[in-house]
């Protein structure tokens, strides 16, 4: 069973930066596409970039592109996301998903059935 922990949010001025992790315990994340959603108070989960399995492709919501970058460390069972420029709308709740098996990700949270429990992100000054 695949179990998914996040870490390394917390508070942070505008413009700063800061790396998030996502480690699975119980199960390679190999085989897995793996996604990051955000979702700020009152407002709906959503996808902010995700990792393919095959080739390590990535996608990246338009709100991000050039400030976010994921990645993965094979060795250390871990995903990536790391933020730079953070700004006072990047502020949320940020979760980590996987989907085994997926060769490629998608940055909208129907598909993913492996969910971590969150880590809290605040930009501001």
């Known amino acids: 069973q695949v179990q998914l922990v996040e870490s390394g949010g917390g508070l942070v001025q505008p413009g700063g930066s800061l790396r998030l992790s996502c480690e699975s315990s119980?199960?390679?994340?190999?085989?897995?596409?793996v996604g990051w959603f955000r979702q700020a108070p009152g407002k709906e989960r959503e996808g902010v970039s995700c990792i393919s399995s095959i080739d390590s492709n990535t996608a990246y919501a338009d709100s991000v592109k050039g400030r976010f970058t994921v990645s993965r460390d094979i060795a250390k069972n871990t995903v990536y996301l790391t933020m730079n420029s953070l700004q006072p709308e990047d502020t949320g709740v940020y979760y980590c998903a996987s989907l085994s098996y997926a060769l490629y990700c998608a940055i909208v949270p129907g598909p993913y059935d492996n969910w971590g429990q969150g880590t809290q992100v605040t930009v501001s000054s």
């Open positions: 119980g199960s390679t994340l190999d085989y897995s596409a």
